[in-house]
Structures are given as structure tokens and as C-alpha cells.
């Protein structure tokens, strides 16, 4: 069954500390992966995607991605958080051939000041 | 270039009556996907359309239904609503089918009373 899991629900972070939001993934095709971002009762922006080459993606607002397939994950990073970074931050899989996105949860992002 | 405009930002219906909900597609955007997001949740796929015929569809019953006009935007319609209706109804398009492109919109926030 195709799914993304995002373990954690909530996480508070200092401003300025650095950041790792999980995501790990079920997908049967070769999988294109997705973070966005909501803030409180907005649509959704995409931080970043990862559709096949250098596992490593950069993305917008100073976020990063590393996709480690024997892991099945596809991890969110930043080095240092603003406040305004705070947010909900949802992981999503999808396929080129496929129509839908499979999304996780979400985890909400708390800064602490 | 625009991005996805969708209206109108909040609604709120009976329980039983019928809504409209509509989306403008990005432009050069030939692909509309609807999903539905309840509070504290992830995204649901409802539906895609592509080149104005369904391409897809999620586990939604009939009573959601929808269309996609020549200029590629498009209509979601609920029928007999139901108070699980209530939700973010998020509106996506892409340059083409499937889930690589797509930007979203800021949404419909449906109550139903």
C-alpha cells in the first residue's frame, strides 16, 4: 500500500537552532517526493522536490532534503529556523504516471523565542 | 503569471443542500486536481481532470463531482452535504497530468451546519 508516514506530530525548536522533520514513505513506482508548507488556514507552497538524481535537494527559504532510498525517507532540514518558519509541514509522494499525491499528516513546526 | 485563484475562500451550508466550487487553473496549466483536508490532517485526493474528462479518483463517493471547462478551470460540486463535509477543499494545477507540477491554491473552507 502506497503511504507516508511523518512520526511526529508536533516539534518545538529554538529560533535559531537547526531543524529535522522525518518523512518516511511506502510507494511500489519510483517515487517523486514532495514538503510543503501551510501556514494557519492558507493553501499549500512547496518547499522542495526530489524526482530522481542528486539525493540531496535544496529548496526554497533555506530548507534542504536528503532522499535515502534503502531508508525509505526523505527528511526535511534547516540549519537555523526563523520564527517565521513556523508552520505545518507535510511530506507527499507521488509517481509521473499517477494522478494523485499521497500525503502524510503533517508536523507542526512550534519556534520557541 | 497567475498562480490558482479559488472561490470562495469561506462557505457555509446546510446540512442536505448542495455547494459549487470552483478553481482557475494556472496559466498554461491543462490539469486540475481537487483534495480535501479536514482539520488536522493531511490532503485527500478527490479527483483530476485532464483536458476536461476525469482522470482519476480518489476514494470519494459520487455525490462529488466535478467539471473542467475549455479554459481548463474547473467545478467541484457536493451534493446532499454532509457535516464530515466540512473541511479546506485545496484546488492543484499542472502543466500536465500526473503530480510533478502542481501548484495549489489557497482553498475553500467549507462549514456545513
Known amino acids: 500500500a502506497q503511504s507516508v508516514t511523518q512520526p511526529d506530530i508536533h516539534i518545538t525548536v529554538s529560533e535559531g537552532a537547526s531543524l529535522e522533520l522525518r518523512c518516511n514513505y511506502s510507494?511500489?513506482?519510483?517515487?517523486?517526493l514532495f514538503w510543503y508548507v501551510q501556514s494557519p488556514g492558507q493553501g499549500l507552497q512547496l518547499l522542495l522536490k526530489y524526482f530522481s538524481g542528486d539525493t540531496l535537494v535544496q529548496g526554497i527559504k533555506g530548507f534542504e532534503a536528503e532522499f535515502k532510498r534503502s531508508q525509505s525517507s526523505f527528511n526535511l532540514r534547516k540549519p537555523s529556523v526563523h520564527w517565521s518558519d513556523a508552520a505545518e509541514y507535510f511530506c507527499a509522494v507521488g509517481g509521473d504516471s499517477n494522478y494523485q499525491l499521497i500525503w502524510g499528516a503533517g508536523t507542526k513546526l512550534i519556534i520557541k523565542p | 503569471e497567475t498562480g490558482v485563484t479559488q472561490s470562495p475562500t469561506h462557505l457555509i451550508k446546510t446540512r442536505g443542500q448542495q455547494v459549487t466550487l470552483r478553481c482557475s487553473s494556472q496559466s498554461g496549466h491543462n490539469t486540475v486536481s481537487w483534495y480535501q483536508q479536514a482539520l488536522g490532517q493531511g490532503p485527500q485526493f478527490i479527483f483530476q481532470?485532464?483536458?476536461?474528462?476525469?482522470?482519476g479518483r480518489g476514494n470519494f463517493p459520487p455525490r462529488f463531482s466535478g467539471l473542467q471547462f475549455p479554459n481548463y478551470s474547473s467545478e467541484l460540486n457536493v451534493n446532499a452535504l454532509e457535516l464530515d463535509d466540512s473541511a479546506l477543499y485545496l484546488c492543484a494545477s499542472s502543466p500536465r497530468g500526473g503530480t510533478a507540477g502542481y501548484t495549489f491554491g489557497s482553498g475553500t473552507r467549507l462549514t456545513v451546519v
Open positions: 481532470y485532464y483536458r476536461e474528462e476525469e482522470n
Open positions: 510507494y511500489g513506482a519510483t517515487p517523486y
